[in-house]
């Protein structure tokens, strides 16, 4: 009996030492591999939709920022600014003050910057078109006339928030939209202000 224990001792030993045996070289690297081709196929695709995540938000946070300042202009009565820099990606708003025009102090009115992966083209407003330097448009109780904001991509793509002040809306395209009078065609555009829109390859592509 007592020999027999002691077998039975012996052969559950062996098996624990089998059950902690390693894993072998060619299973880490067989492994490895596996998780190498996985990065190669993933990774670009992961990569791609962050970037996108982060280009939606950056434009929906414009949108909610002009809304915002539409709507304080409209409460008390106002003028506002909406200021962009070229060189830094920034934009922000100022507020008329007795005549003078301050950067606004408030959370939506504050600096705010675009992510690295996308960046300002020009400005284009009844002020003129702007593409260097700092850029800007009135936001007021008496501005009627549409302004369109060019962004692009590390990838040359083009966007365009294109800023309605009559109906404090925003519309937001793939491509390069710019103006031009409408002339005889007859649209939403030409009703409100004369014009349509239409896209534009300012890169010659």
Request: proline letters at 2%; a neutral charge.
């Amino acid at each position: 009996m007592v020999r027999r224990e002691g077998k039975k001792q012996t052969k559950i030993l062996k098996v624990g030492a089998l059950e902690n045996k390693g894993f072998t070289l060619i299973e880490i690297s067989l492994v490895a591999l596996l998780i190498s081709i996985s990065l190669l196929i993933f990774a670009p695709a992961v990569s791609s939709l962050i970037s996108s995540y982060s280009r939606d938000s950056a434009l929906v946070r414009i949108e909610t920022f002009l809304n915002y300042h539409k709507g304080e202009v409209e409460r008390s009565g106002k003028e506002r600014r909406f200021c962009l820099s070229f060189a830094k990606g920034e934009y922000w708003a100022e507020i008329e003050e007795n005549g003078n025009f301050t950067e606004s102090a408030e959370v939506l009115g504050k600096r705010a910057a675009l992510p690295r992966n996308l960046s300002f083209v020009d400005l284009i407003s009844s002020e003129g078109e702007f593409s260097e330097g700092t850029g800007s448009f009135s936001i007021s109780l008496f501005a009627i006339e549409p302004a369109i904001i060019h962004l692009k991509d590390k990838k040359e793509n083009d966007y365009s928030l294109y800023w309605k002040p009559l109906s404090g809306k925003i519309e937001i395209y793939d491509g390069y939209i710019e103006e031009r009078w409408a002339g005889e065609k007859s649209n939403i555009y030409k009703e409100l202000y004369g014009i349509e829109l239409v896209v534009k390859d300012p890169y010659g592509r």
